[in-house]
């Protein structure tokens, strides 16, 4: 852990309003295979399931083409590397039980090739996640505020190209497969929410000058990954803390929308898109 905190402490740059963060490998170079035989099996079995399902192979297109307009992930032409390894992460579709119409992707990092994953060859990094019961403790006060942050691990970003992916061209399962590669932290990264939850940290720190204490120390205590919730005591703090919560987090590249309050005038100072 503490290899994986002095490498973030040391190369974490930001860029373009976001953290860069690099991913720390148990061995260098990574001793991993290529493993496109196997991803793309597994895109062929995800493309004749999602044939069945048109809505579903809609959204997941959709949110694969909404991944590369944000820059969350981009196409590669050739992936090329010194010792010829690379290492294509399948993905599959998880479904919001309340939303089905909402799709989240998810890249199977555990998959195993040939004995082996690529979870398996990263370090996972330091715990920074609080404690659920702490942060349950926020109704200690009668005005509560909960946010949460938005697709808060795309936030952070990748330096390299290890995390190579498969999907058709033309969001076509019928059509041979693309190659693409994640700029972004995943999830179904084993080293994911410490990443995360570092480049949370480190804004909070990098800013703190230039907010209050109560706002940073909510940064540094009151997230459980990425859910804000905190109590204050009036409703006038409430509105400072909440504007100064989405003023701090954005210079990270951060989002803070799904606002929730048992005070109306407290929604009412947060952008109606903004609310849950």
Same mark, same amino acid.
């Given at each position: ?21 690099? &991913?720390? +490998? /148990? ?39 909404? %991944? ?27 479904? $919001? ?19 082996? %994953?690529?979870?398996?060859? &990263? $370090? ?18 009668? &005005? ?20 190579? +992916? ?17 700029? =972004?932290?995943? +999830? ?5 929410? %410490?990443?995360? /939850?570092? =480049? ?6 990098? /800013? ?22 905190? %109590?204050? =005591? ?19 590249? +951060? ?6 309050? /048992? ?14």
């Amino acid at each position: 852990d503490q290899q994986v905190l002095d490498l973030w402490n040391k190369q974490a740059v930001k860029k373009d309003g976001h953290y860069t963060l690099p &991913i720390l +490998f /148990n061995e260098h170079p990574p001793q991993i295979p290529s493993n496109y035989t196997m991803a793309e099996h597994r895109l062929d079995l995800l493309g004749k399931r999602l044939k069945k399902d048109p809505t579903l192979l809609q959204n997941y297109t959709e949110d694969i083409s909404d %991944s590369l307009q944000k820059g969350y992930a981009e196409e590669v032409v050739d992936i090329i590397r010194e010792d010829g390894r690379v290492w294509y992460l399948p993905h599959h579709p998880v479904l $919001h039980p309340r939303k089905p119409e909402k799709v989240h992707i998810v890249f199977d990092c555990a998959a195993r090739y040939q004995g082996t %994953s690529l979870n398996h060859h &990263i $370090h996972q990094g330091p715990d920074f996640t609080n404690k659920l019961l702490g942060v349950l403790k926020f109704r200690q006060e009668p &005005i509560a505020l909960n946010a949460d942050i938005e697709s808060m691990f795309y936030q952070v970003r990748v330096p390299s190209d290890a995390l190579c +992916f498969l999907c058709w061209e033309d969001d076509n399962p019928d059509k041979p497969p693309k190659h693409y590669r994640m700029t =972004a932290h995943l +999830f179904g990264g084993v080293w994911s929410p %410490s990443a995360a /939850n570092f =480049a949370l940290q480190r804004v909070a720190e990098d /800013n703190q000058g230039n907010f209050s204490n109560d706002t940073v120390k909510t940064v540094k205590q009151n997230f459980y990954v990425d859910d804000c919730l905190k %109590s204050v =005591a009036t409703e006038k703090v409430a509105i400072e803390l909440a504007s100064e919560l989405r003023d701090l987090l954005s210079r990270g590249g +951060f989002r803070l929308p799904e606002w929730l309050s /048992n005070s109306k005038e407290v929604m009412r100072s947060i952008p109606v898109e903004d609310w849950a």
